[in-house]
């Protein structure tokens, strides 16, 4: 689409399917500004935030995480994203509260002791959020204790831990034998992931799954929510 033609949409003229399409173009285009305007247009409609947040905003990083699972976009772009996502949640969240909407799940998430890399991290938070998950970020570096700590404070679904080195890919196992210490592993659902890692690791140190991409992380992490919650 040319810069002239896009300057022409006036999305307060679109009727509201149309608006919604244009806020899944604009999300995946990472125009921070014209999701918030949309937003609020979708708001002064008479749209619930729910249903702005299912529809519209999640309905976008849903095709978002398809395309970047395919090869299609790749991190600058999924970023860009995922921050024009968060412009629009910052108008829905205090909303959210206000009606009581739960989150579809909630997750901590940190990158382990030892390692400082972070772009994975924010990736899978970001995408987290942008699947209607609420996402604690303990950071980079994050020792046994702060992750028993958040889990003990936050109560999440799950608990996210992120390694980019092989050297600190052991601390995982470390944490998950202080959950045990703890009598705390069954309450929650561990997810790892990162560059150096793959399936029989995951299942080595104990973790219910092992996500390769940040999308597989979401689809995982949706359906393990949802089958601890219809066995509970």
Not at 95 to 114: F, N, R, S
Not at 131 to 145: K, P, Q
Request: aromatic letters at 4%; glycine letters at 10%; charged letters at 25%.
């Amino acid at each position: 689409m040319s810069e002239e033609h896009e300057d022409d949409i006036i999305l307060a003229e679109l009727e509201t399917d149309e608006l919604v399409e244009q806020m899944w173009d604009d999300l995946y285009d990472g125009l921070g500004e014209e999701v918030v305007e949309g937003t609020n247009i979708l708001l002064e409609r008479g749209w619930s935030a729910k249903q702005v947040l299912d529809d519209a905003l999640v309905g976008g990083m849903n095709i978002v995480g398809q395309d970047f699972r395919d090869g299609i976009l790749f991190v600058p772009e999924v970023l860009m994203a995922a921050n024009a996502m968060k412009a629009g949640m910052a108008i829905l969240r205090p909303l959210l509260a206000e009606t009581g909407a739960k989150p579809v799940g909630k997750m901590v998430i940190g990158t382990v002791k030892g390692d400082i890399h972070d772009i994975g991290k924010n990736l899978v938070g970001m995408m987290m959020e942008g699947a209607g998950f609420e996402v604690v970020d303990l950071g980079i570096n994050t020792d046994a204790d702060a992750y028993i700590e958040a889990l003990k404070k936050e109560r999440p679904d799950i608990l996210g831990m992120s390694a980019l080195l092989t050297t600190t890919m052991p601390y995982m196992k470390v944490v998950i034998d202080a959950m045990k210490e703890a009598g705390m592993r069954e309450d929650f659902i561990v997810m790892v992931g990162g560059a150096p890692l793959n399936e029989e690791f995951g299942k080595a140190v104990g973790a219910d799954a092992y996500c390769r991409d940040a999308a597989t992380a979401v689809e995982v992490a949706k359906q393990l929510v949802q089958e601890r919650r219809a066995a509970g």
